[in-house]
């Protein structure tokens, strides 16, 4: 059994489900995620992690793909 941490972050510049599932993927594949699920809406990204992991490499990964995180 893994530790189960929770991570909300927030990202700017979606604007339709092509963006979500661009997030979707790119946080997906950090080692580590467990879970991902993220929201148009509410312009944020809900986390499982089985360890800890920067917020630098969010920013990162975000980034390169042309959004923001807040």
């Known amino acids: 059994m893994f530790k189960r941490i929770h991570k909300k972050i ?3 510049g979606m604007h339709c489900e092509g963006c979500v599932m ?3 993927n790119v946080l997906s594949s950090i080692p580590g995620v467990k879970k991902c699920e993220v929201s148009l809406e509410d312009k944020c990204a809900d986390l499982v992690l089985s360890k800890e992991i920067d917020d630098s490499i969010f920013k990162e990964k975000i ?4 959004f923001q995180m807040q």
């Open 22 to 24: 661009r997030v979707k």
């Open 63 to 66: 980034e390169s793909i042309g």
């Open 10 to 12: 927030h990202i700017e």
